[in-house]
C-alpha cells in the first residue's frame, strides 16, 4: 500500500466512526473550565481507530494526538486531530474534518483532510495535492492572489486576536476584498483548491495544522508562523496563495 492509499485508508477508518455520530444526539464534555472546549466520544472513537491503524501498520513509529496525547519516540511521527472543529461537529455543520498528517525528521511531508459528510478528501504528498471524492482525484493549486485589496481571507474568529493585535488584525480584515469566519480545517482545504487566499491564525496547536502544511505546500502555496518559520510545532499561522501576499499580511499583523 503507497503512502498516499494509507492516508486513504485512515480516513476512511475515521470516516466509519465519525459518520454515524454526525446530527446524532451525542454527548459533549468540556475540556477547559472557564471556557468552552468540548469533545465528544466521536473525537475519542475516531482517534483510537486512527492510532489502532497506523500501529498496526507502522508499530515503529510515533504518534501524537489531541485527545491521547504522545506516545513513541520515532523520526517519523503522525499527528492526529480526530475532529477538527468540534464546535461545527455538535452544530451539524459540515465543515469539521479529520487530520491526519505525517512528519519525517520533523517536517510534514504528507497529509489528509477528510469531510466525510460531503464526501472529500482533499490529500498531499510528494506525488502532489488532490481533491478526492467519490473515488475520482484531481490535482489541486492556489490562485494567484498577490494584493491583499484582491484577497479573500479566512480565520476562525476574531475574537482569537487581542490588544494591539487584534487592531492590526481588523486593519487586515478591513483591507481584504471579503473575509469569512468559522470554517477551521476546511479554510485551509479551499486556500489550496484556489477559492479562498489567505488564512490567519493564533495558538494552533501541531495537530491543527501538521496534515495540513503539506496541503498548502503541494498546492503551490505558503505556510509558516508570524515570523517566517515552519509550523510543525504550532503557534500563529499565515497561510497564502503566493508569496507577495503572504509577505504583506505578515508586514500588516507584525506592525
Not at 510528494?126 to 493549486?141: D, T
Not at 503541494?218 to 497561510?239: F, I, K, P, Q
Request: aromatic letters at 8%.
Amino acid at each position: 500500500m503507497s503512502d498516499r492509499d494509507f492516508l486513504l485508508f485512515l480516513a476512511d477508518a475515521a470516516d466509519a466512526v465519525t459518520m454515524p455520530l454526525f446530527r446524532q444526539p451525542i454527548g459533549v464534555d468540556n475540556k477547559l473550565e472557564g471556557d468552552f472546549d468540548p469533545v465528544t466520544e466521536a473525537d475519542r472513537a475516531a482517534e483510537r481507530a486512527i492510532r489502532d491503524t497506523i500501529r498496526a501498520r507502522y508499530p515503529q513509529d510515533a504518534i501524537l494526538g489531541e485527545e491521547y496525547g504522545e506516545e513513541g519516540e520515532s523520526a517519523r511521527k503522525w499527528v492526529i486531530d480526530p475532529i477538527d472543529g468540534t464546535r461545527l461537529f455538535i452544530s451539524g455543520v459540515p465543515l469539521w474534518g479529520t487530520l491526519v498528517g505525517l512528519t519525517e525528521d520533523g517536517r510534514a511531508t504528507t497529509g489528509v483532510m477528510s469531510q466525510p459528510f460531503t464526501g472529500e478528501r482533499f490529500i498531499a504528498g510528494p506525488w502532489g495535492a488532490e481533491h478526492v471524492r467519490h473515488g475520482e482525484a484531481r490535482p489541486i493549486s492556489v490562485r494567484k492572489t498577490t494584493r491583499i485589496e484582491d484577497a479573500v481571507m479566512f480565520t476562525t474568529s476574531p475574537r482569537h486576536f487581542h490588544g494591539e493585535v487584534r487592531e492590526r488584525f481588523e486593519g487586515l480584515e478591513a483591507a481584504t476584498r471579503l473575509t469569512r469566519f468559522g470554517t477551521d480545517c476546511y479554510a485551509f482545504c479551499m486556500l489550496a483548491s484556489g477559492h479562498a487566499d489567505l488564512v490567519v491564525e493564533r495558538d494552533l496547536k501541531p495537530y491543527d495544522i501538521v496534515a495540513l502544511i503539506p496541503i498548502i505546500e503541494r498546492a503551490g502555496g505558503v505556510v509558516t508562523d508570524w515570523s517566517g518559520g515552519r509550523m510543525e510545532e504550532g503557534g500563529h499561522l499565515v497561510a497564502a496563495a503566493t508569496p507577495e501576499l503572504h509577505a504583506a499580511a505578515l508586514r500588516m499583523l507584525n506592525g
